[in-house]
């Protein structure tokens, strides 16, 4: 089994480890799509191709306190890669799927729930060695190893 991390967003981070943490994959899944809701199921589509038999997956869920424009966006993408989860969970594909609130995720990598981006790239550093130029990156790889380190409880 493997332990994929999914941050959901106009550039969708992705990172999958396998059981001993080790990286297998990182990515920042694009679309060239622009019509909505095409561009949605194009991500969401790329996303799954990610996931193995087996595997089990820790999503980012919806920051409800956001606002401005890109958030409608967020949603859409976020629900899209939700439903073909489910379908794969439905299918018995998936092991576990597991929604981590934003909180929740900043405070498992930095013991306080609002840290921002550049604390939580830091934080993933100093606790696991892990480095990479996208805080989308950084938090699909904090969310694979809270899917390894706490999904089993």
Request: include cysteine.
């Amino acid at each position: 089994m493997n332990y994929v991390g999914i941050d959901p967003s106009t550039l969708t981070g992705i990172c999958v480890l396998n059981e001993n943490g080790e990286v297998i994959t990182v990515d920042e899944v694009k679309t060239k799509v622009k019509e909505e809701p095409q561009r949605f199921m194009d991500l969401a589509d790329k996303v799954i191709s990610y996931i193995g038999q087996g595997d089990s997956v820790t999503i980012e869920g919806f920051s409800y306190g956001s606002r401005g424009q890109g958030v409608s966006t967020q949603y859409g993408i976020g629900w899209a890669i939700r439903m073909k989860l489910v379908e794969l969970q439905g299918m018995d594909y998936i092991y576990k799927y597991t929604d981590v609130a934003p909180s929740a995720l900043k405070k498992f990598v930095t013991g306080k729930g609002n840290a921002s981006k550049d604390i939580m790239m830091r934080d993933v550093f100093k606790k696991w060695g892990f480095e990479n130029n996208s805080n989308n990156i950084c938090d699909a790889y904090a969310l694979a190893r809270y899917g390894l380190e706490k999904g089993m409880e």
